[in-house]
């Protein structure tokens, strides 16, 4: 698997190399089709591309692609970092789709006509021990351990390489869930000190995930700094940097899903309103990006929308333009800008004292409900208070 995976670094770079070439020589775009005519063609010609089952080798192409497309997309809007694909020193995952075969249902009784199935073939092969079976091309069947049966229809298999081993992901294709109506809303501002305030007020705590594993992380790489490079006790201390990182990245994924999933389904809520960050601007900040990136509010947000469309809630993301200078009872933005150190907000106007966190929760739950009232869900709530700030 890891000659596979070699072998696709190499088949990714050159697709993108003769992309690069086309664009810089003759000015144009190589299409994905043309590329794939090329594999086909290398694939009656080498011995060592016949040797790599000829989906893998697609999907790295579709990767390729999917990286242009988007540079292309970028071009054209004319985005100030249009970031030309990259070349890719390592090659992680490969990744291949379940074909779709016909399956003959059998016949009940003697007049009922043979009805034929559209199925796709199912990778895993139940056993009564321990260990599940994969079925992987060209290599046949690879023991795994399954955390959770599979539901739906499955589509695809990606295997990745990991410091801590080989994971199978399989991708399952899922009916559509119908929205649930919505009629209560929580509105949720992200934060360093405390990892979410929501707009009633309950705050989560930011475990720092990063800062925790800081002490550990040097140790390891004191070890790996002492250690001659190249060298097999180096290459030990490598994985062990990269297995620690690895847990890091784990702890962060395991309370961000496990929070995602007591908004929606503890708190009974069905509307979740978050800020629109722009989270690559902000880590700019050289005080503050390690926090940010540590929280990793991408995620977050990106799971909440997933959540959301797996469960049929609501997701809504608002302008997060000075959500924390305005007022939430009055609805005045204050004279002065308030630095992050002040954790109170005191209205000039009204005397509201609230935290600052809070205040800033229900402005931007305040803000989504007027851009949906009337619409979905109605609040009695001021509309001219909170008007759309433009970006
Ligand atoms: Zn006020």
């Known amino acids: 698997m890891l000659a596979w995976l070699d072998h696709l670094c190499d088949l990714q770079n050159s697709a993108r190399h003769d992309r690069k070439v086309a664009l810089e020589v003759e000015d144009r775009f190589v299409t994905l089709s043309e590329q794939q005519d090329k594999l086909t063609a290398a694939r009656e010609k080498y011995d060592d591309f016949r040797e790599v089952p000829q989906d893998f080798q697609n999907h790295a192409l579709r990767r390729n692609d999917k990286a242009f497309t988007a540079f292309r997309k970028r071009c054209k809007e004319n985005a100030a970092k249009k970031g030309y694909p990259r070349y890719k020193k390592r090659v992680r995952s490969l990744t291949w789709s379940l074909r779709k075969y016909t399956k003959v249902v059998r016949r009940k009784t003697k007049d009922a006509e043979k009805q034929t199935l559209r199925v796709r073939e199912n990778p895993i092969i139940e056993t009564p021990f321990r260990h599940n079976r994969l079925k992987v091309p060209k290599l046949g069947e690879v023991k795994i351990r399954m955390h959770r049966p599979l539901e739906g229809d499955p589509k695809e298999v990606t295997l990745v390489k990991k410091a801590s081993g080989w994971y199978a992901h399989i991708t399952c294709e899922l009916p559509d869930t119908a929205k649930v109506e919505p009629t ?99 880590v700019q ?72 966190d809070h205040n800033a929760a229900i402005n931007i739950l305040l803000r989504a409900a007027c851009a949906h009232r009337g619409e979905r869900w109605v609040t009695n709530l001021c509309e001219t208070r909170n008007l759309p700030v433009d970006r």
Not at 215 to 223: R, S
Not at 312 to 339: E, I, L, M, W
Request: proline share 2%; charged share 25%.
């Open 184 to 282: 209560d809303a929580i509105g949720v501002d992200v934060g360093t000190t405390h990892y979410l305030t929501t707009s009633e007020g309950e705050k989560e705590d930011n475990p720092r995930w990063y800062r925790q594993a800081e002490g550990l992380l040097h140790k390891h790489n004191q070890t790996m700094a002492r250690r001659k490079k190249g060298s097999n006790r180096w290459y030990k201390a490598v994985h062990a940097v990269t297995l620690h990182h690895e847990r890091t990245a784990n702890k962060r994924k395991d309370f961000i899903g496990k929070l995602v999933y007591k908004l929606f389904h503890h708190c009974g809520k069905h509307v979740l309103v978050a800020e629109d960050l722009q989270t690559s601007n902000m």
């Open 285 to 356: 900040n050289k005080h503050l990006s390690k926090s940010i990136s540590d929280a990793s509010w991408g995620i977050f947000f990106t799971w909440c929308g997933n959540i959301a469309e797996r469960d049929g809630f609501h997701v809504h993301q608002v302008n997060p333009k000075n959500t924390s200078q305005t007022c939430s009872a009055c609805g005045k933005k204050s004279p002065k800008k308030r630095s992050l150190a002040i954790r109170t907000f005191d209205c000039s106007f009204c005397g509201t004292s609230l935290d600052r």
